[in-house]
């Protein structure tokens, strides 16, 4: 989901020292804001670090391209996010792993036997959460509806071009 990879974009931004926007949801306000007063689109070739952010999750923009540069629908699988997650705790069984695996050999994506049984990694900031990043219920849905549902739309017509 778009938002999710803004909350993501915006987490590893701030990791790399990016004070724009003090806080997630000043980012979204003022996206929200931006939007609304028309100061942007939400185009291609955003201006500011705050729209490259967001322009990030905007996958139409990134898929276009690559079409553009010549690569063949058949190359791409495109997957809702939840869906790689819900089974991530089975290599076997998850959908995601296996539509890659037809693609590139049953072998692949398999983590060694040792990595397995690993303690899984915690990294700083795992912590903050979407909820907690944006409490605000409304201006999350706002931004859903506003912005990346019609991204989102847009996506979904141009995969449908390429059928």
């Known amino acids: 989901e778009p938002f999710r ?3 993501s974009n915006y987490l ?5 020292g990016y004070r724009q926007s003090p806080t997630f ?3 979204v306000a003022y996206v929200m804001m931006a939007f609304f007063l028309n100061q942007t689109k939400l185009e291609r070739n955003a201006t500011s670090k705050d729209e490259q952010l967001v322009e990030a999750g905007l996958y139409h923009y990134q898929i276009r391209s690559f079409l553009s540069a010549g690569f063949l629908p058949s190359q791409f699988i495109i997957y809702p ?3 790689y997650f819900q089974h991530r705790g ?3 069984a998850n ?3 296996q539509a890659v695996r037809n693609k590139l050999g049953n072998n692949l994506l398999r983590p060694p036997e040792n990595r397995a049984t690993s303690a899984p990694v915690e990294t700083p900031g795992d912590e903050i959460t979407l909820e ?3 409490a605000h219920a409304e201006l999350r849905q706002l931004i859903r509806d506003q912005v990346f549902a019609p991204a989102n739309k847009k996506l979904v017509e141009l995969l449908a071009e390429q059928v």
């Open 95 to 97: 959908p995601v792993l």
């Open 90 to 92: 089975d290599m076997d």
């Open 5 to 7: 990879r803004l909350f």
């Open 25 to 27: 949801e000043d980012l």
């Open 81 to 83: 996010n939840d869906l």
């Open 132 to 134: 907690k990043g944006c």
């Open 12 to 16: 590893s931004e701030k990791k790399r």
